[in-house]
């Protein structure tokens, strides 16, 4: 049963245009959320995170956006660049602390220049 | 900083042959974990140290698997008579004792069981 869900495998998008990826979550316990990005060969990187008690948390060219009520979260990326090109995991939580995450299977975002 | 090192970055071993990884944290972090990748999923939780205290591990940790963290310092992740099962990506990561702090990951451990 996977509590996480990216149900888009890959995305490809235009340098300088926006990329939105998307996540479902099933475990109304979770409360906190998370989006890694991963390279080839390394670790995931942290990117940004969001607590439940949120709707909107914005870093840089990067949003996440939470709607609760549909367990759903997405990463907005604006402008697009193609050092973007990434695998990006969504992750989630609960109770409070991240150090247990269940992750989604990632989506592999291409920016063609 | 100079981020959560892994050794080795790969380990071809036999079936049944036993294997030991190591991870070395980010020098002031006190919490250590390992995940597990493997082919076309995500990260999958096995285990969490706050110091050397190992508080938690998942089911996914069979009895063929010991991670330790001695003097709250470094970690080494073994598995006993190792299994096809086994391989995939090992990784772990670190963070400080503070809640909603970012996990920092390693490159990970790459293991092939043949």
């Known amino acids: 049963d996977q509590q996480v869900k990216q149900n888009s495998p890959s995305l490809s998008v235009q340098e300088g245009r926006i990329s939105i990826l998307n996540c479902d979550y099933t475990?109304?316990?979770?409360?906190?959320f998370l989006w890694y990005k991963k390279y080839p060969a390394e670790g995931p990187t942290f990117l940004i995170s969001?607590?439940?008690?949120?709707d909107k948390n914005e870093d840089g060219r990067f949003t996440v956006f939470l709607n609760k009520s549909a367990k759903h979260l997405s990463l907005h990326i604006v402008p697009s660049q193609p050092g973007d090109s990434a695998v990006y995991f969504c992750a989630a939580s609960s109770g409070g602390s991240n150090y247990k995450l269940t992750f989604g299977k990632g989506t592999l975002l291409t920016v063609n220049p | 900083d100079t981020g959560v090192s892994q050794d080795p970055r790969h380990k071809i071993t036999k079936r049944g042959q036993n294997v030991t990884f190591r991870c070395d944290p980010i020098s002031e972090h006190n919490r250590l974990y390992w995940y597990r990748q493997t082919l076309g999923q995500g990260p999958e939780f096995l285990t969490y140290f706050q110091n050397e205290a190992q508080l938690e591990k998942s089911r996914l940790l069979s009895d063929r698997f010991s991670a330790e963290r001695p003097k709250g310092s470094f970690s080494t992740l073994e598995i006993q008579r190792t299994e096809q099962g086994d391989s995939a990506m090992y990784l772990c990561?670190?963070?400080?004792?503070?809640?909603?702090?970012?996990?920092?990951f390693g490159n990970g451990t790459r293991l092939t069981v043949t």
């Open positions: 969001i607590s439940s008690i949120k």
């Open positions: 475990n109304s316990m979770f409360d906190y």
């Open positions: 990561a670190s963070s400080v004792g503070i809640l909603s702090s970012p996990l920092h």
